[in-house]
């Protein structure tokens, strides 16, 4: 027989607990997932699976309103509209974790010299799309999705380490002629181009490398510009979207989606440009 819907108390608990490993976490200090699990078993009485995907869905508020969530947790869509709430409310309580997210997505980034790369497909999984109401409406924090993609040393960390990607792939594949060819355009003719890097693939055909570096999971959502969804419409046969995370690990992630931004992703409109326009009579 199902359960009922998890009470107020039970929200309260289970986002209390999530929060406390959030911090842990943005701040450099160890938890043990599976005992903050255990203990919050016991506390409300619900199975651990049930405790794990609550947990989810409050990765997928916070993701919802731009925040930072635990990266052990993926978002997890459908939540109730009473855990929303009382992840809003708490979050209003613990004004320190914005300080602590303001922290994770500024801290400067360098040019990677040791990792290894972990070459992945995409995260497709319905249940961790986007929702309809996933445009906060509430006012209180920072977008840390935006501000993050503003990062430029992590931005230009990523960009280079995919740069020597694709130099080294093309050396691998005996041609040292085309890995001579690659080259870092947002560096060496401006960043208006609608993509950082042009390399290509062993036979010769050209491939136009836009790079999104972010040190979240890989279910932490991107930043495109209008630019950028242009381009990759009008040259989508040699576009491509490279996804770098993890980006502070050994092993850096990786995932691409070749052709159209507008083709391969969910596209969430953050802002709009705007001016007066004249009254229609």
Known sequence: MARESWTSEENAATVAAYLDMLEQELTGQPFVKSEINRRLVE???RTRGAVERKFQNVSAVLRDERCIF?????????????????????????RDIFGFMDAAVDAPAATRLDFSWNVTDPPLDAQIQLGPHSVPEHGFHTDYVAREAENRQ?????????????????????RNDLADRVRHVSEE?????????????ASGERRLIEVKT??????WPMVVSRNEIRVSERRADEYVLARVFAFASMKVG?????????????LDPLSYLALPKPAVH
Do not use: M, W
Request: hydrophobic share 35%; with cysteine; aromatic share 6%.
């Open 154 to 174: 992590l931005g230009h960390a990523g960009e280079v380490a995919v740069l020597e990607l694709e130099r080294g792939r093309l050396r691998d594949a005996g």
């Open 214 to 219: 972010t040190r979240r999971s890989i279910h």
């Open 43 to 45: 506390r409300i009485g």
């Open 254 to 266: 990786l995932y691409e989606l070749p052709g159209a931004v507008s083709a391969t992703c969910d």
């Open 189 to 201: 003719d401006g960043d208006g181009l609608g993509y950082d890097i042009l390399s290509f693939d």
């Open 70 to 94: 635990v990266d052990g947790y993926k978002p997890l869509g459908n939540y109730q509209q009473a855990l929303a709430d009382e992840v809003r409310t708490q979050l209003r309580s613990r």
